[in-house]
Structures are given as structure tokens and as C-alpha cells.
């Protein structure tokens, strides 16, 4: 078997899929959404992760974050800066790190998916179609990468309901981590050029630019800070609106904190690059009163007011900052607030005059709560996708331990919650149940392996001795994989291994195994007592994660059996085939005026008929077999596979292309057949998709996505033994 390396997935839209759009719904009322003008760069920046504040000094600078698609405040010093010139966008990104938190970057290829799921910086930029091709529908660039610069990059498409991972920019990225004034901090720089924006023309003043500026930060927990977008990530209409500018007034917010301690730090500067003086007027308000709806306060009381009128000479800046206190304010009681308080900052054109502000920008809060900001300290975690998971927890003194856990089932409402499942037999008396440990994910209480360690003096050294015990793979060995670690006040910790399949009754319907909408699949044809047991003993291991991803990835005692060489069987193996047919690319053709993905369609030898079509497809589907985005990843799978299986592998349609074509090398074809013989194997593997094994895959679309990647390869192979 040949080793197989790999990259990312473009997910290619073949037939023009018509979805009901709907207009995008604010969850907060318009005038609240932050509106600002972005100068132009005089010199650009230099891209090198350094915000330097010369270089960035002809900048927009936004700060005053929220809780995504809300007004909810939080007082994170997160900034971003935003410039431009005819031929590029510049961003750039800072945020603190919190204590004893270290970042999230498990994506570590160009373009990825699940970027998100690292800390990481998004941005969305709806270009008010400048970047429109003829025959598309509207679309906006969304993009997340992390602090290695790797990102997920997509197009929307809101009218049509489409996601499309069809842009693949190349922008200049640079990351710096570093400490200052006793924190740490996180600053990214961007470039983006034309090409990058997919813009025939280059920026000009007055270009209108929708622009989303979010954080989605870990601490380790999410944490998704935007400026505030009144539609969220997925609709541009609710974006934060900005305009490209060359001589008119801008700000720079270089912090507003303290609304959660009953006072307000704001220190801002307002900019004027104009050959002559303008005047502006900038106020800052905090008002109180009773929710009445998201961003709506019932007779508002104002508590702060700052009022100034700014003559600011030309190509020169004047500052404008409130410092002020305001205690005592009423939220209510805190299980039911129905105080609320709203600030806002707004900036006028006075002279010359106009009606556009020059900067607004609004946030909510209630109460003096900042346990958002308290740091937990980030346990060792392994740099990889996170399909297998180390043992969650940090050590803990066993006596200790044991009487937590005890204290937890002496409670009378142990077992109410949506997480909380039943607890298993106890094989003897008093007991106390430690741990419930699967070969699947550990959804909520579950654990995926359990450690003992002792610690002893020998001279000036501690000398550590460990033992722990892991199952080895989910598979299709069902729910017997799975154990219960007790301990027994006589003999220590103990360790149940089972025999028999026993069903979970939950209090959530969704990892019910009766439930109809459980993705707990349970072969019912197989006897109680069916199924392959493996488990890991391991001693004095630096990480039990690590020893499952070595020891429990697809074996070869599978893998020796996989046909990847077989005779052609024409009439049996029919191109296109599948989720494409002759039919389909039919039908695509007829529309392929009016489809909004015409562009990249007419690249596929089944719509342009072309031989030298097919030999770039070919060239493209083995590259990217060769390269898939998850890297080996997907040959090391020791939990369940990623949801996103399915989607990352639409573009096979290369191959199906392809194949397609009579005249289409002997070599390449047979190349193309047993990388599609590969796939169909690793995706039909139990330790893949463990269908049957009583693991929850999480939302049946989870499931789904997972099962479905066999889809994507396995009918184009017709005529396999």
C-alpha cells in the first residue's frame, strides 16, 4: 500500500441548487450597527506581525467588543486596524492571551477547515458585488485563520443559501506573540491584493465595504468577540459598514474598558488628512433603563454624557477622552435582569457638513459580572485535530478526588441535567464511581482513559510511577469497549471491563439509544456478547492521547487485505458516475448560462468536453488525493472522524471528470482508480465511521456528514472485486 499525503477540499457546485433565501433578520436595531470610514494608506504597512503605530498611524483602529450577533459587551482589549490603497486591503489584529492560557493552533496547512475551532481571528468583507462576475449571484469573502496563519477561506452566497469553498486567495500573513506591561498578546497583519479580493478594478474613495471583525478566542472556552454584527457571520446585511476614504476624518479607539467595574475608559483620537482644517463633534453617551428588546432601552436615563466640538487642523490629530464612574446602577436581581445600560460613541461631520457619521459605534451591559475573564489554565493538548482526544482533567490528589466524586452521587439531583446519563451497575458495596471512559468521543461527563500516578522521594529527585488504561478503538466493537472506572475503599481503583452490550437511557432524547433521532446505531443482528475487545495498559506514559493516535490508528491487519489494483471493467464502470451522471451534466449544461458557478464548471471535462480539460482534472484530483486537507490525520483516527468529512471530499468530482474522458492515459486512470479504492476503504473502515458501535456522533447531521464521505468515492467504483 502506498503511503498517501494530502491537502484541502474544494467543495464544487454541480447542479444549480435552488434554496429558499430569506432576508436577513437583525438581532439588534439598525442604527445600532458601527459605521466608520477607512483612510487611505499613504505608505503601506510592512506585513511582519509588528503593529507598529507609525505604520498603521493612517488606520482605522476599532475596538469595543461583544458577544457574537449581540450588543452583550466584554472587556477584552481586542482592536483591529483597517487601511487600504488601489491595490490592497490592509488588516490588522490584536488581543490579549489571558493567564496560563496558551493559543489553540492545531490547523497547521495553508487552507484548512475548522480554523474556528483554534483561536483565531475572522473577517468577513461583502465588497457590494465590485467583485461580481456576470451570470453570479451576490457573495461576500469570509475568512478565519489562526495564529500560524493558516485559514478557511469561503464565499457566501446568501441569496442562494450557499457556502462554497471556491476562493483560494493568497494573502500576505504575519503573527506575532510577545509580552508587554505584564500580559501577553496576539497581533496579526494582512495584505490582500486584487487578486485576493477577486476585484477587476482597483480600490477608489467612496468604494462601500460591509466588514465583520470578530475574535473567536479560547480561554480555553469560546469566546467569539465581534464588533458588534447584527446578522451574525453568515449574512453580510447586519456587517458592520464602512467606506473607503482618501481625505475625511477618521478615529482611532485605542481603548474603552471598565463598563463592567461601573466606569468608562475611553481614549481615542480623531484624525483629519486633509490640506485643510475640519471640525467635528464627538459624543459620548451611557444611558440606563429597562430592556425592552436587544439594543432597546424603556426611558432611558442618561448617566454619562461627554459632548465636544474638535476644530482639527490639517494632515493633524486631536485627542478625545472620557474617564468617568457611575455606581449603583440597578440590573435587577441576578438570576432575572431587567436593567440594562447602552454606550455609545459617536463622531459628526460638522464643517464641512454632513449626515453620514464619521465613526458610531454601540455596546450593552449589565451588572459588574467578569467571570468571562477569568483564566483556566490550559492542560497539555497535542497540536493535531482534535479527533482523538488525551484525558481530560488535570491530576488530582486521589483522596481528594474520591471524596469530590463521592459528595457528587450523594447529591438527590445527581442525575438531572441534559449531560447527566444514568449510572451504571454497581458491581459491588460501597463504591464510588470515578469515571466513565469510552472509545468514541467523551461527550459530556464521558472520559476517554483514566491514569493513576504515584509520586515517592529518592533523595533530592521524585521518582513518578504511573499506570492508565485506554480503549484502543471505537470500531465497530459497539459499546463493550467502554469502561467504568470505581474505587473500592479496600482495594483501590478498580477497573469494570464489559461483556455485554447495555443500552443508555439519557435525559436528552438526542443520545437516547431509543430515540429516533439518537446517533447510537446498534447492530441489532449481532448476538449481546459479539465484538472485538482491545484496550491499552500502559506504564509510565507521557500522554495516553498520544498512545492511542500510535497504537489504535487502522491496522494492518485490515489494510493488508485492501484491492487497490484491479483490472478495468468498462462496462461496468461508468463515467460520470454516481452523484454526477450524464443526466445531471446535461442539465448543467442547459443552465450554465444563469448558474452562478460558471466559471469554475466550464474547468470540468463533462461540461466543456474537452481531452486537455480532462488531463488538468485529472492532474487536479491527484493532487489533492495526494495532499488531502487533513493531512495523515485521517489514517490516525482513534475517536470518530470529523462531521466534515463528507463536504471536504465533494471535489472527487475532479476524478469523476476525468474518468469521464475515453481517451484519458492508461496510467492516469488506473492512478485515479486505486486512489478511489483507497478512500472507499478508509471511509467504509469502522474506526472511521463507527456506524453500530453505540458511539453518539453527535447531531444527526454529524452522522451524517461522516457516512456520507463514502459517497463520494465508493460509486465510482463499479466494477471493484
Not at 491537502?7 to 436595531?29: G, M
Not at 493633524?316 to 447602552?342: E, H, K, Q, W
Not at 459617536?346 to 459588574?368: D, E
Not at 439518537?518 to 491499552?536: I, N, Q
Amino acid at each position: 500500500m502506498r503511503t498517501v499525503q494530502y491537502l484541502f477540499a474544494a467543495a464544487v457546485l454541480l447542479e444549480p441548487t435552488i434554496v429558499q433565501s430569506q432576508d436577513a433578520k437583525f438581532s439588534f436595531p439598525e442604527e445600532r450597527i458601527s459605521r466608520f470610514n477607512i483612510p487611505h494608506a499613504g505608505k503601506a504597512p510592512i506585513i511582519d506581525g509588528n503593529i507598529d503605530p507609525q505604520e498603521w498611524q493612517q488606520a482605522v483602529r476599532v475596538a469595543g467588543v461583544a458577544w457574537t450577533s449581540s450588543l452583550d459587551y466584554r472587556d477584552r482589549p481586542v482592536s483591529f486596524w483597517v487601511t487600504w490603497d488601489a491595490e490592497h486591503l490592509y488588516i490588522a489584529a490584536r488581543s490579549d492571551v489571558l493567564p496560563g492560557h496558551r493559543l489553540y493552533r492545531s490547523k497547521r496547512e495553508k487552507y484548512s477547515s475548522g480554523v474556528v475551532c483554534d483561536d483565531s481571528y475572522e473577517f468577513g468583507l461583502f465588497l457590494h458585488d465590485r467583485n461580481k462576475l456576470p451570470g453570479q449571484s451576490s457573495s461576500f469573502l469570509k475568512f478565519v485563520v489562526n495564529s500560524v496563519g493558516c485559514g478557511e477561506y469561503m464565499k457566501i452566497y446568501p441569496s442562494i443559501g450557499q457556502n462554497l469553498f471556491n476562493w483560494r486567495p493568497t494573502p500576505r500573513i504575519a503573527n506575532r506573540v510577545y509580552d508587554r506591561d505584564g500580559r501577553r498578546w496576539w497581533d496579526m497583519e494582512m495584505a490582500m491584493d486584487l487578486k485576493d479580493l477577486q476585484l477587476p478594478a482597483p480600490n477608489k474613495p467612496d468604494d462601500p465595504l460591509g466588514i465583520l471583525l470578530s475574535a473567536p478566542l479560547k480561554n480555553p472556552e469560546w469566546q467569539w468577540l465581534d464588533v458588534p454584527s447584527a446578522t451574525g457571520h453568515l449574512q453580510n446585511a447586519g456587517f458592520p459598514r464602512a467606506v473607503l476614504t482618501a481625505d475625511r476624518p477618521y478615529v482611532q479607539i485605542e481603548e474603552i474598558s471598565g463598563l463592567h467595574d461601573e466606569k468608562i475608559n475611553l481614549r481615542s483620537t480623531i484624525h483629519n488628512p486633509a490640506t485643510t482644517p475640519v471640525t467635528v463633534k464627538a459624543v459620548v453617551k451611557i444611558v440606563h433603563g429597562k430592556s425592552a428588546s436587544p439594543g432597546r432601552i424603556e426611558n432611558p436615563a442618561t448617566v454619562v454624557s461627554a459632548e465636544r466640538t474638535i476644530t482639527i487642523p490639517a494632515r493633524s490629530l486631536m485627542r478625545f477622552d472620557v474617564a468617568r464612574t457611575f455606581p449603583g446602577l440597578d440590573y435587577g436581581p441576578a438570576d432575572r435582569r431587567t436593567g440594562i445600560s447602552m454606550y455609545e460613541y459617536r463622531v459628526m461631520p460638522v464643517q464641512p457638513t454632513g449626515t453620514t457619521p464619521i465613526f458610531s459605534h454601540s455596546l450593552t451591559f449589565q451588572g459588574t459580572d467578569k467571570s468571562y475573564l477569568k483564566a483556566v489554565p490550559r492542560t497539555t493538548v497535542f497540536e493535531y485535530e482534535q479527533d482523538f482526544n488525551p484525558v481530560q482533567g488535570l491530576l488530582e490528589p486521589l483522596a481528594s478526588y474520591v471524596e469530590k466524586k463521592s459528595k457528587e452521587q450523594s447529591d438527590p439531583l445527581k442525575n438531572v441535567g441534559a449531560y447527566v446519563p444514568p449510572e451504571p451497575f454497581m458491581p459491588g458495596k460501597k463504591l464510588v464511581l470515578l469515571e466513565r471512559i469510552v472509545p468514541g468521543m467523551p461527550w459530556g461527563v464521558f472520559k476517554s482513559g483514566c491514569e493513576l500516578r504515584t509520586t515517592r522521594g529518592q533523595g533530592e529527585k521524585a521518582v513518578v510511577q504511573s499506570a492508565s488504561v485506554f480503549p484502543l478503538h471505537t470500531g465497530s466493537w459497539r459499546r463493550m469497549m467502554s469502561l467504568v472506572a470505581w474505587h473500592d475503599p479496600v482495594r483501590g481503583v478498580q477497573i469494570a471491563l464489559p461483556i455485554s452490550l447495555r443500552l443508555s437511557r439519557w435525559y436528552l432524547d438526542m443520545v437516547d439509544d431509543r430515540s429516533p433521532f439518537s446517533s447510537h446505531e446498534h447492530d441489532g443482528t449481532l448476538p449481546p456478547t459479539y465484538g472485538r475487545r482491545e484496550w491499552g495498559l500502559g506504564f509510565g506514559l507521557g500522554s495516553i492521547g498520544l498512545a492511542r493516535v500510535q497504537l489504535g490508528c487502522i491496522g494492518l491487519d485490515r489494510c493488508k487485505n485492501w484491492i487497490l489494483d484491479w483490472p478495468e471493467n468498462r462496462s461496468q464502470a461508468v463515467y460520470p458516475g454516481g452523484l454526477v451522471t450524464p443526466a445531471v451534466a446535461t442539465r448543467v449544461k442547459q443552465a450554465l448560462a444563469q448558474h452562478p458557478e460558471r466559471e469554475l464548471l466550464e474547468k470540468l471535462y463533462i461540461i466543456n468536453g474537452k481531452p486537455e480539460t480532462a488531463l488538468e482534472n485529472a492532474k487536479r484530483a491527484l493532487e489533492t488525493f495526494r495532499h488531502p486537507s487533513r493531512g495523515d490525520e485521517w489514517w490516525r483516527i482513534v475517536s470518530i472522524s470529523s462531521y466534515y468529512a463528507t463536504y471536504q471530499y465533494l471535489w472527487t468530482i475532479w476524478a469523476n471528470s476525468a474518468l469521464a474522458c475515453p481517451t484519458l492515459p492508461t496510467e492516469q486512470r488506473r492512478e485515479l482508480r486505486r486512489y478511489l479504492a483507497l478512500y472507499a476503504y478508509l471511509f467504509s473502515d469502522p474506526d472511521f465511521d463507527p456506524r453500530g458501535s453505540g458511539c453518539h456522533q453527535g447531531n444527526p447531521n454529524m452522522a451524517v456528514g461522516r457516512s456520507m464521505s463514502l459517497s463520494t468515492v465508493a460509486p465510482m467504483l463499479a466494477d471493484h472485486p
